[in-house]
């Protein structure tokens, strides 16, 4: 992505938007690359992700530590920091209608996750994670800044998808920004590693009763673990294109359950009781 940021003219190296779901080490170092290489001239109009002080709201690897890095960074670069939402956290309320925030460029977003429940339980595991790493949670250090697929075989998979789910419990995945982007007609549901029951019940505030979400794609969360894609969730959407963001080196992600229910649950209009 450096590269390819590299490639752009200077003066369109320029975000609008940057959202870092969670702390998990795979969705956060890469932005630390980011913003850490000063060479990329890259302008950044704002930033959403929850910080150790969002879950103080009233109201796989884990990467805490890395968590407080960028709050430095944030803090240093002077990036607006959740402005939209008055640099609270980025969350959705309880009741009433979803978060929807609007870009310049004319892109909606709708917060679909977390909850301020998902925040409060990461609470203790931040703490503990930054103890063990020897820093204080909430109280980022300055950083110094630097100078200037997996073959699947033969698949049943009628018996894959209908393999016993167990849902994800991880704190730091159920700490996800999950969004619905809306532009020009075109809607977009990015999962980040929610947890599915956060998003089903998201998606039931967007669309009550049995009614369905119509979208253009889905990126799969948690690239596509098994204990992330149920079939309660597919059955929220009508969707034809599913997005697996992951190469498989590391958790073998996208797990045969999970493509399976893609597969057969997951079609435009299949969706049985």
Same mark, same amino acid.
């Given at each position: 992505?450096?590269?390819?940021?590299?490639?752009?003219?200077?003066?369109?190296?320029?975000?609008?938007?940057?959202?870092?779901?969670?702390?998990?080490?795979?969705? +956060?170092?890469?932005?630390?690359?980011?913003? *850490?290489?000063?060479?990329?001239?890259?302008?950044?109009?704002?930033?959403?992700?929850?910080?150790?002080?969002?879950?103080?709201?009233?109201?796989?690897?884990?990467? %805490?530590?890395?968590?407080?890095?960028?709050?430095?960074?944030?803090?240093?670069?002077?990036?607006?920091?959740?402005? &939209?939402?008055?640099?609270?956290?980025?969350?959705? %309320?309880?009741?009433?209608?979803?978060?929807?925030?609007?870009?310049?460029?004319?892109?909606?977003?709708?917060?679909?996750?977390?909850?301020?429940?998902?925040?409060?339980?990461?609470?203790?595991?931040?703490?503990?994670?930054?103890?063990?790493?020897?820093?204080? %949670?909430?109280?980022?250090?300055?950083?110094?800044?630097?100078?200037?697929?997996?073959?699947?075989?033969?698949?049943?998979?009628?018996?894959?998808?209908?393999?016993?789910? &167990?849902?994800?419990?991880? *704190?730091?995945?159920?700490?996800?920004? +999950?969004?619905?982007?809306?532009? *020009?007609?075109?809607?977009?549901?990015?999962?980040?590693?929610?947890?599915?029951?956060?998003?089903?019940?998201?998606?039931?505030?967007?669309?009550?009763?049995?009614?369905?979400?119509?979208?253009?794609?889905?990126?799969?969360?948690?690239?596509?673990?098994?204990?992330?894609?149920?079939?309660?969730?597919?059955?929220?959407?009508?969707?034809?294109?599913?997005?697996?963001?992951?190469?498989?080196?590391?958790?073998?992600? %996208?797990?045969? *359950?999970?493509?399976?229910?893609?597969?057969?649950?997951?079609?435009?209009?299949?969706?049985?009781?």
């Amino acid at each position: 992505l450096v590269d390819k940021v590299k490639s752009l003219p200077a003066g369109s190296r320029r975000l609008e938007l940057l959202v870092v779901t969670h702390v998990d080490a795979d969705h +956060i170092a890469g932005v630390l690359k980011f913003l *850490e290489t000063p060479s990329l001239g890259l302008e950044v109009a704002e930033i959403w992700f929850n910080a150790y002080k969002h879950l103080l709201e009233k109201g796989e690897t884990f990467g %805490p530590a890395q968590g407080e890095d960028l709050s430095a960074d944030i803090v240093a670069g002077k990036v607006p920091w959740n402005t &939209k939402f008055k640099g609270g956290a980025v969350k959705v %309320p309880e009741t009433g209608p979803l978060p929807s925030k609007k870009l310049d460029g004319g892109l909606e977003l709708v917060v679909l996750g977390p909850t301020m429940e998902k925040l409060r339980i990461l609470k203790p595991v931040w703490i503990q994670a930054c103890k063990d790493a020897g820093i204080k %949670p909430g109280k980022p250090s300055p950083r110094p800044r630097p100078p200037g697929l997996e073959a699947f075989g033969p698949l049943n998979v009628d018996v894959l998808a209908d393999a016993v789910f &167990k849902e994800d419990a991880t *704190e730091a995945n159920g700490s996800s920004i +999950i969004l619905l982007l809306r532009y *020009e007609g075109t809607t977009v549901l990015l999962g980040a590693d929610g947890h599915p029951s956060v998003i089903e019940a998201g998606l039931q505030r967007l669309v009550p009763g049995n009614g369905r979400l119509k979208l253009d794609a889905y990126k799969v969360a948690h690239h596509g673990s098994q204990n992330n894609v149920n079939r309660a969730l597919l059955s929220r959407i009508d969707c034809s294109r599913y997005l697996f963001s992951s190469n498989g080196a590391i958790y073998h992600h %996208p797990s045969r *359950e999970a493509v399976a229910r893609v597969l057969k649950y997951g079609k435009s209009g299949n969706h049985p009781a």
